[in-house]
């Protein structure tokens, strides 16, 4: 039998240095130095410390993160987290008690805008700063 909602987990005491593809949910615990594309959801856990860019379709943030956020359909960030860095999607959601040193775009027709195949420039003219 297949599991569709099963999540792959980086445990909290691994350490990951490279660049990662999904297809559908990943849990992050440890340590993480590098990019992640992927379709799916991305979940950084209170313990887990994340180093480079996040390029996915919903992000559930409870660490720390280092780079850039950006997602297709939604970030969610939970109290206490801290991120150094942008963020970009269609929704995000900030709970109490969360630090973040950068800006937040909001996608204005997030339909229309692939990130995986659009340029960095295309991609700019597609967000509004807020």
């Known amino acids: 039998m297949k599991n569709e ?3 792959a987990e980086l445990g909290v005491n691994t350490s990951y ?4 593809t999904f297809d559908k949910h990943l849990k992050i615990k440890g340590k993480y130095n590098g990019s992640i594309l992927s379709g799916g959801t991305l979940y950084i856990e209170d313990s887990a410390l ?3 860019d996040i390029n996915v379709k919903e992000a559930v943030i409870a660490g720390q993160i280092l780079g ?6 939604r970030i969610d960030i939970l109290s206490n ?3 150094k860095g ?7 959601k900030i709970a109490d008690g969360v630090q973040i040193e950068g800006r937040c775009q909001m996608i204005q027709d997030s339909d229309t805008v692939d990130i995986f195949s ?13």
């Open 17 to 20: 240095k490279g660049n990662l």
């Open 81 to 83: 987290s801290v991120i």
């Open 5 to 7: 909602n099963k999540i």
């Open 86 to 92: 942008n963020l970009i999607a269609p929704t995000i």
């Open 68 to 73: 850039d956020v950006t997602a297709t359909e």
């Open 50 to 52: 994340f180093e480079g």
């Open 118 to 130: 659009t340029s960095v420039s295309q991609l700019k003219k597609s967000v509004s700063i807020i």
